[in-house]
């Protein structure tokens, strides 16, 4: 598989541009790296894939765990998994990194000032916990109001996602064909940057700067404070691992639920 073919291949899956240039950026280094030491890319060893990454990539997870993905598709035909031999370092905490229900208050209200495209796109980010590229492709057909439910393609996990159509939403993308948010240029919609930008202006209006990851964040955490029930909040998020769900969102303990939680030791002072 040349270059070439490879970014056709990530664009085809639905990848945002930013992931295609990471990616890419990845398999470039791969190849630059087995020019230099006389193996084929396409057929290099998995022994030989450690010592390139253990010489070439940045020992962190964030990165080690990209690299892994962008080279586990070009050698998706393999079956040694070559990938694999990409070590990663132990995760880091996860830490919550949304907003307060406040400021979650204020950027919806800021998105309905806003109006416009960039006001829905902001509303559906946090009302579906959607990332920005699964936005981005949203269609009026996914919003079916008989049924009651909105569906969405997610371009990272290949697969359809349902939730509960929340009449908010149904409201706020009225009626039409084809993609919510079509593109420029003969693009069919917009780019997942594009969603980004969108959020960051209505987001100043709220006086907040918040990213669409942010927001999703918020979505969850609002789910998990709401329900108490981690499993509702990882199908709402779409979490294949519920441990994901359990990392990322129930270590974030809302105020109310924490002045709550004092209360009962409060409640020895009276004893």
């Not at 942010?214 to 969850?220: D, E, H, L, Y």
Request: proline fraction near 4%; hydrophobic fraction near 40%; glycine fraction near 8%.
């Amino acid at each position: 598989m040349t270059l070439s073919d490879y970014i056709d291949l990530l664009r085809g899956r639905g990848l945002s541009d930013r992931t295609v240039q990471i990616y890419t950026g990845y398999l470039r280094r791969l190849m630059g790296w087995c020019t230099e030491h006389g193996h084929d890319p396409a057929t290099v060893p998995a022994h030989e894939v450690r010592t390139f990454a253990d010489t070439q990539l940045p020992l962190s997870w964030a990165s080690r765990k990209a690299a892994r993905s962008a080279l586990a598709l070009y050698w998706e035909s393999r079956h040694d998994r070559p990938w694999e031999a990409l070590r990663l370092p132990a995760k880091p905490k996860a830490r919550y990194r949304g907003l307060t229900v406040d400021e979650a208050h204020q950027l919806i209200r800021a998105a309905t000032m806003h109006g416009g495209r960039p006001g829905l796109a902001v509303k559906l980010l946090m009302l579906t916990g959607a990332r920005a590229a699964e936005v981005a492709q949203m269609t009026y057909e996914g919003a079916d109001r008989h049924a009651g439910i909105l569906s969405w393609w997610r371009p990272k996990t290949q697969d359809w996602h349902v939730i509960p159509l929340l009449p908010a939403l149904s409201e706020a993308i009225g009626e039409g064909a084809g993609y919510l948010f079509a593109g420029d240029g003969g693009r069919p919609y917009v780019t997942a940057q594009t969603i980004n930008a969108w959020c960051h202006r209505v987001a100043g209006l709220a006086g907040l700067d918040v990213t669409p990851q942010q927001i999703r964040a918020t979505a969850g955490m609002l789910v998990v404070t709401a329900t108490e029930d981690v499993q509702a909040a990882a199908a709402v998020l779409g979490h294949s691992d519920l441990n994901t769900t359990i990392r990322h969102y129930t270590t974030q303990v809302s105020s109310e639920r924490l002045s709550k939680a004092m209360g009962g030791l409060a409640a020895l002072d009276d004893a």
